[in-house]
């Protein structure tokens, strides 16, 4: 998987960078902001390079590993430094795009942590797939020192992330969200405000607990056809134009019959993101059996050696047997 554009795509992006302007043409503040991005995986590195070329923001980057910033700053422009804290100072907008809970409050609250440079008036939005605690946690925080929080998870794996059409789901202060949507917007096709702080976590945990419910039947429901000795190709025509259709049998289901894996978001992150959610409805209450069965399959695709195959590959486990 690659990490920036290919040389291909660049024109493409450029004129799709160009027609989005057009069509938005952001004004004030979000037309020209001074933004921080921290992260810059398969995710953040493409949703970095539309704030640069689709907003015109003035982009600082900081990545762990420094030689993909640089990468970044060659292909985009921009300045990368050296820690989050360095990234963050004087910046409108602070985005970050990281692992999890505690990949986010150590580029936060560690020692040289983006919280600790924060301006007054600031908004930091996170785009990683955390935990709601942690979420409300950083709200509160920044609050303390005069900035805002956004908790800001997003849907649509790699290829949303490459071609700007990203789902967004905020939690936090509507206010701030209003202020920092035409920002946001430059990655994205979708931004809703969810609620209050931790909202947008929850909103996307609702997402993953769709997701794997929806890829395990996919999957049962392509085995069963090979058994059946049908041509998959023919039932997903006709069913796909029904009740049954999804975003993940338009995308996945020939992928799927052919056995190829390597789409998108990892099995390794889906069962971080199950363990969020199952985590989050022990607290709450809610019943999530299927969602619990679910990521025990997971775990079983991890055991074939398949932590790195994006999570359509549930359907390797029935195919073993």
């Known amino acids: 998987m690659g990490t920036g554009f290919p ?32 992260g810059l995986g398969v995710m953040g590195y493409p949703m970095a390079g539309y704030l640069k070329t689709r907003g015109g923001h003035e982009l600082t980057v900081y990545n762990r590993t420094a030689a993909k910033a640089e990468k970044w700053v060659a292909e985009f422009g921009g300045t990368a430094a050296p820690t989050p804290l360095e990234a963050a100072e004087g910046a409108d907008f602070v985005f970050a795009c990281v692992g999890n809970d505690e990949d986010l409050r150590s580029v936060t609250l560690g020692d040289d942590g983006a919280f600790h440079a924060l301006k007054e008036g600031a908004i930091f939005i996170d785009n990683t797939t955390a935990s709601a605690e942690i979420a409300r946690e950083l709200a509160a925080d920044a609050d303390r020192r005069g900035a805002a929080f956004l908790d800001a998870p997003v849907s649509g794996g790699q290829a949303g992330a490459e071609n700007g059409t990203l789902t967004v789901m905020v939690g936090g202060d509507e206010e701030v969200f209003a202020k920092a949507k035409p920002v946001i917007d430059c990655y994205a096709k979708m931004v809703g405000h969810m609620g209050e702080a931790g909202a947008g976590q929850l909103t ?14 996919l999957s049962e429901a ?32 020939e992928t799927m019959r052919d056995g190829k894996f390597d789409f998108g978001f990892a099995v390794d992150w889906m069962r971080k993101d199950l363990a969020i959610c199952l985590a989050e409805a022990n607290r709450n209450g809610a019943q999530l059996p299927v969602t619990a069965l679910v990521d025990q399959f997971y775990a079983d695709v991890q055991a074939m050696g398949g932590k790195r195959w994006d999570t359509s590959s549930l359907i390797a486990r029935l195919d073993r047997k």
Do not use: Y
């Open 204 to 217: 996307k945990m609702v997402n993953q607990i769709c997701i794997a419910g929806l890829v395990e039947g």
């Open 7 to 38: 040389p291909a795509s660049r024109s493409v992006q450029k004129e799709a960078s160009a027609a989005w302007r057009r069509a938005h043409q952001p004004t004030g503040e979000a037309r020209m902001a001074k933004v921080a991005f921290i």
């Open 222 to 253: 392509i085995n069963f056809a090979q058994k059946a000795d049908l041509d998959v190709g023919k039932v997903i025509g006709v069913i796909s134009k029904g009740a049954a259709q999804s975003w993940q049998m338009e995308n996945r289901w």
